[in-house]
């Protein structure tokens, strides 16, 4: 009989990206399972102006991928919608993790959060809260902390997964 190769552990860090606030969720997946690793808000002060605050944010995301060394990063790309202003601001912020991850060879995936709804909820226009349910549900965790933005990078994280396979 033939055995059966143990899955490789597949260590993805999902970014929802804000200059305000960027929620970053890490998530191993050895081919059956997700195992929570770590998740929080990067919140730099809000008071600092705009390069400041993107230095602070592209700081924090460096130390966080030298800390836990994912092998894939996946970022939530911006809902344009009406408010263009926030989309840009959402781009910079993305670009942040694009730079972090780039500087160590960390393959990058961009989803929408339709996408990113679809996939974790099975519905692409999910609330915040059904996403928030099913992330907790998913990674069989309590609630870390009542912010979306960390829930929403798990979510990125969990979808990235179930892209992959």
């Known amino acids: 009989m033939q055995s059966v190769e143990p899955y490789d552990i597949v260590r993805v860090i999902g970014i929802d990206p804000g200059t305000v606030a960027m929620g970053y969720g890490i998530i191993d997946w050895d081919g059956q399972n997700f195992d929570y690793v770590e998740s929080g808000v990067i919140l730099p002060k809000e008071s600092d102006s705009l390069p400041l605050r993107l230095h602070a944010i592209h700081q924090e995301i460096t ?98 997964i179930q892209q992959r396979s």
């Open 63 to 160: 130390d966080i991928i030298d800390r836990y060394l994912p092998s894939e990063l996946a970022v939530e790309d911006p809902f344009v919608g009406n408010n263009v202003r926030s989309a840009f601001a959402i781009g910079q912020a993305q670009s942040l993790a694009f730079i972090s991850a780039a500087r160590v060879g960390i393959g990058v995936w961009r989803y929408s959060p339709a996408t990113i709804k679809q996939s974790v909820t099975d519905y692409g226009r999910s609330s915040k809260d059904q996403v928030k349910e099913m992330v907790l549900s998913l990674l069989r965790m309590e609630l870390v902390t009542n912010r979306d933005d960390e829930a929403d990078a798990l979510a990125v994280a969990l979808c990235h």
